[in-house]
C-alpha cells in the first residue's frame, strides 16, 4: 500500500515537470566506457560536502545542517544519492498511478543514467550542469535557510564510521552510485523467476496471464459493490462472488497503464504461491482484455494505519498485531521470499480482529542468506543497511517490523515529520530511533523493540526467534482489537458495509 493521506511528504519538494529518461538520455549524448573519479570532499571551513552534482547540493545543504554533513558525510551523501534514485522516482509514480513504482529494471537503467551523468559532471567539474537526475532546477528545491539550519537542535549522531574513514570511503560511495545497476554482470543478482520476468515481452507476460488466469469472465461472475481505494497498481473494490454470496476485494488493473506489467505478474505469482492465516489470500486471478482482475479474500477492517493514526493502543493489542504479523513474515521468510514493504499500511484487518499481511508487488525471493542490494521499500520504515545501500536480507523485515510497533505507540513511524532528504539522512546517521515515551514501556517490549531495531542486521534477532519473544506472551485476545476498528473508523468514516 503506498497512499496515506497527509502522512506522504515527498511531493512537496518536487512540483515542476521532469523530463523524461528518454529526453535525458538524448540530451545527454555521453561517451560510452567512461571511468569516472568525483572528487567528494568537506570543506573544513564550511563543514558542506563539495564535489557532488550541485543540484544535489542544494537539496542536501537545504536540509541537513554544515554540522551534519561534517559529523556524518557518507550519511548525507548516501540519503540524497537515495533521495534522487528512490524517493523521487516513487513520487514521480504516485502522481502518476498508471507508471507503478520503481522496480529493480528501473533501477538498472538509473543507474546507467546516473553513470553517464557523473561522467559528464567529470568531464565539466566547473559547470553546473543543466541535467540532471532528479530535479535540477532552484525552484525545484526546498529554501535554503542555512542561517535556521545552522541553529537547528543538534540530532543525536552516532558515529558509525570514524569522520576520517568516512572521507576515505565518500569516493568510493560516489563511484558506487554507478553501481546502483549498469549492465547486466553489474546488476544485482536476481533469481531466475525474476531474470524470467525481466525479460518477458508484454506479448508473454499477456500469454502468461491468460494461462494462470481464471477462464471465467468477472463482469458476470462478480457484482461490484463499492470502492475501497486505489493504488499505484490499479483499484481495490468490494464485489459479490455469485458462485456462493462471498464478499470479496478485488484489484482492478488496467493493464495498458502498466509499463511493469512483469511487476503485477509477480505479485500474482507470490499470491498464487502462498497460502498462511496471516497473508491476505488469493483467491483467483481473471483477464479481460486489458484488465486483469485479481481477487483477494475481503478484510472489511481495513489497515493497521487507520488504527495507529486514531486511536491508542494497548501493549497486549501491539503484542498481539505484532505475532500475527511476525507469523508472516516467518513463514515468507521460509520460503524464501523478504517482503520490504512491511508497514502499517500493508497489515490489513478484519473487524474480528484477524491481522493479514498484503501487497506483495515488492517482494523478492532468496536462497537461504543471499543478500539483495537495490532499494525498495517505504523510507520510513526502511532498515539502515537498505537506505546505506549495504548488501541486505531478510532482517530487513524485522527492522520495519519495529519501525511499525513504533507506530502503534505514536502513531507514526520516527521522521515522519521531517522532510524526505534529512529523514533518510537520519535513519543512515543516527541508526536506532529514539523511542518516545521509552520510560512507559514494559521492559519486555523495551526488549523486543531492541532486537529489531539492530542497526547491524547480524545482530537483529530473525522473525523465528521473536516469535519466541516474551513480549508476545502478554499478547492479548485478537477481538480486542475490535472496539479500535471500530473507533477509527467512526472517526474516518468509514463503512466496509454495503
Ligand atoms: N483485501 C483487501 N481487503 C480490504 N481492503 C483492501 C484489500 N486490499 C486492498 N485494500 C484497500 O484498498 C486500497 C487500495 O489498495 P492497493 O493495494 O491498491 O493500494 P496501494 O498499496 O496504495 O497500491 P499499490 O500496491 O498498487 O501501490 C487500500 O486502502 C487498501 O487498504
Redesign the pocket.
Known sequence: ???RSGRGVFGKLFSKKQSTRDDRVTEIGMPTNVVQHIHVSVNSETGMIEGLPSSWLRQLNAQISPAEQNENPNAAIQAVAFHNFHVLKKEQAEKEPCK??VTEEAITKEGLEMKKFLAKKNAHQSQDSDISIGQSSEEDVAPTDMSQRQTMPAVPIKNSLKKKDALMDLTAVVEDLSLIGTEPEESPILRKKELMNATLTDEEIYEELKRICNKDDPYVRFERIKQ?????????F?AIDSKDNSR??I?DIDLTKQSKKDLILN?VNVLKGFNHKNL?NFLDAFLCYDHLWVA?????G??L?DVVTEVVMREGQIAAVCRETLEAIAFLHSKGTIHRDIKS??V?LGMDGTV?V??F?FCANIVGDEKRQTMVGTPYWMAPEVVTRKQYGKKVDVWSLGIMAIEMIEGEPPYMKEAPLRALYLIAAVGRPKIPRWDKLSAEFQDFLDKCLQVDADERATAEELLAHPFLDCAAELKSLTPLIRAAHKILHKN?SD
Open positions: 500500500m503506498t497512499g507503478p513504482i475501497l481505494g486505489a493504488g499505484a497498481s490499479g483499484v481495490v468490494i470479496v476485494a484489484k505479485e491476505v483477494m479474500e475481503l478484510l472489511d481495513g489497515s494505519t499500511d500493508n490489513l493479514k498484503t501487497d508487488g466496509f
